[in-house]
């Protein structure tokens, strides 16, 4: 009876593996905006490490983007001036809701770039299926699996990558 847990357990933990070392693309013409309202220039390519954020929130927004959470984490690297200048987050949300989104972004996250990728440009172009959390090096190359803001260890994984093994 616990064997098709399991199971699943091992499918999921086995597909996040396929994107250790995979080169991220990234459609061309991106727009960010603070809180979905003032398009803003935003070059994130030029950082040695990302954390790379895509949430399908076409079933649900709030639950699982946990935006509170990476505001924090945002703050913290902001608050060490050699990790503000070598890292930087690219959030690419793709919503069910525009306007909603808007919103929770203006609460939550008014201040940092997002690109509102209504029409799922990045997650066709990558083919991703679900939600995807990465840390990125500076050739967009997936270093990290894992969302930092849900898992203390996951949290702990990224800061150990980005003070311990900067990029040459």
Known sequence: MWILPLAFFVSCKSNEGQWENKQISFPENIVFTKAGKDTIYFDFDKSKWKFFIYADTTDCMGCKLYLDRWSDLIAKIKADESLSKSVSFAFFLFPNDVEEMKFMLDC?????????????????????????????????????????????????????????????
Not at 117 to 144: C, M, P, T, W
Request: a negative charge.
């Open 108 to 168: 939550d996250l008014p201040d940092y770039p997002v690109c509102i990728d209504a029409d799922n440009r990045i997650g066709r172009l990558n083919e991703f299926s679900s939600d995807k959390y990465f840390l990125l090096d500076e050739h967009n190359r997936v270093v990290l699996v894992g969302n930092p803001v849900s898992s203390p260890q996951m949290e702990k994984s990224y800061w150990d990558e980005i003070i311990d093994k900067p990029v040459k």
